[in-house]
């Protein structure tokens, strides 16, 4: 299964893409999102992990051009967001923004890496 990773952070593309190598998964990763739509159109990917805030063009703009274009329309996208505060249950907040935006689902970043790739597993059956 092929995964892309759109981030602006070099750091957490390094540690993620390892993550998700380790755990079976190819990946190839972006650091814009116009280089992340270019990417897309390339190689086709499984899932599309984006970051929402990112300089430029963010994840939302680059959601909507994912949408427009026939050639990656169809790209199951899952927003990375830091937003929502761990001790509060405002997962309800995130899950809105996400469906109303055009991703399949979100994942927050303050999970440890082995939840996070428990969830890439669980979205990619889905």
């Known amino acids: 299964m092929q995964i892309l990773i759109i981030d602006d952070n070099k750091d957490f593309l390094e540690i993620f893409s390892m993550k998700l190598t380790q755990a079976g998964f190819e990946v190839a990763t972006a650091n814009s999102g116009a280089e992340g739509i270019e990417a897309a159109k390339k190689i086709h990917p499984d899932l599309i992990l984006l970051d929402v805030e990112m300089p430029?063009?963010?994840?939302?703009?680059?959601?909507?051009?994912?949408?427009?274009?026939?050639?990656?329309?169809?790209?199951?996208?899952v927003f990375l967001t830091n937003y929502g505060e761990p001790s509060k249950d405002t997962t309800w907040i995130d899950e809105k923004?996400?469906?109303?935006?055009?991703?399949?689902?979100?994942?927050?970043?303050?999970?440890?890496?082995?939840?996070?790739?428990?969830?890439?597993?669980?979205?990619?059956?889905?």
């Open 97 to 126: 923004f996400a469906r109303e935006a055009g991703a399949a689902d979100y994942i927050k970043k303050s999970e440890d890496l082995d939840q996070i790739v428990t969830e890439v597993k669980r979205l990619l059956k889905t």
């Open 56 to 77: 430029v063009m963010n994840g939302l703009e680059t959601l909507a051009k994912l949408k427009a274009d026939s050639a990656t329309s169809a790209f199951k996208v």
